[in-house]
């Protein structure tokens, strides 16, 4: 049961261009959603989260977008730098920590 | 501050062996997590621990899956007898405490099953 869908799959940016994933969920339990972050042979990093009473945060050049009513979400890379290339996940939980995964989406930023 | 030690971090059995993953929270950490990674998709909770209490067990394939967590600290998960299917990334994380708290996460142990 996927309750946290991703979009896109992959992810092609030159360096300096905006990255945009968005990320689309079903259950109105979930009030936590954090971006992951995750390079070849590490485990996921938390970047940047948000809770919903908020409709948007950024921090540095990353930015969430939150839309409560339509159950979306999405991550703004801005100037991307080619060190962002990695993979990234959106995800989603309940008070109880019960976190949910998106599928992921693999960016890859071109100098 | 270390992070989240797990070992091996990489295993390679033939199928039907038995096989163990070991997990070293962050100190202080009282709920820990175990999660599967597959290629190409995002990790999925298979028990979460708070303390030495499975407090969600519910997507852990219990005839072949096991887990413990002794003292409140350490974890081991086991799989015996492992199947091909089994062949992914064993994640382990922990947070402070249940709730909205960052999830930190180990490098994984990679499986391989032939």
């Known amino acids: 049961q996927q309750q946290v869908k991703q979009s896109p799959q992959s992810l092609i940016v030159q360096k300096g261009g905006i990255s945009i994933i968005n990320c689309a969920y079903e259950n109105t339990a979930f009030d936590y959603f954090p971006w992951y972050q995750q390079f070849p042979g590490k485990g996921p990093a938390l970047l940047i989260a948000?809770?919903?009473?908020?409709s948007e945060k950024k921090e540095g050049r990353f930015t969430i977008s939150f839309n409560k009513s339509a159950k979306q979400f999405s991550l703004h890379i801005m100037d991307s730098q080619p060190g962002d290339s990695a993979t990234y996940f959106c995800?989603?939980?309940?008070?109880?920590?019960?976190?949910?995964f998106g599928a992921g989406t693999r960016l890859t930023v071109k100098p | 501050e270390a992070g989240v030690v797990q070992s091996p971090r990489y295993k390679i059995i033939e199928k039907k062996q038995p096989v163990a993953f070991w997990c070293n929270p962050i100190s202080g950490h009282n709920t820990l997590y175990w999660y599967l990674q597959n290629l190409g998709q995002g990790p999925e909770l298979l028990i979460r621990y708070e303390n030495e209490e499975a407090v969600d067990d519910s997507q852990l394939p219990k005839d072949r899956f096991s887990a413990e967590r002794l003292k409140g600290v350490d974890s081991t998960l086991k799989i015996q007898p492992a199947e091909l299917g089994d062949s992914a990334v064993y994640l382990c994380?922990?947070?402070?405490?249940?709730?909205?708290?960052?999830?930190?996460f180990g490098p994984g142990t990679r499986l391989t099953v032939t």
């Open positions: 995800a989603a939980s309940n008070g109880n920590n019960d976190m949910r």
């Open positions: 994380a922990s947070s402070l405490a249940p709730g909205p708290y960052e999830q930190y």
């Open positions: 948000i809770r919903p009473d908020v």
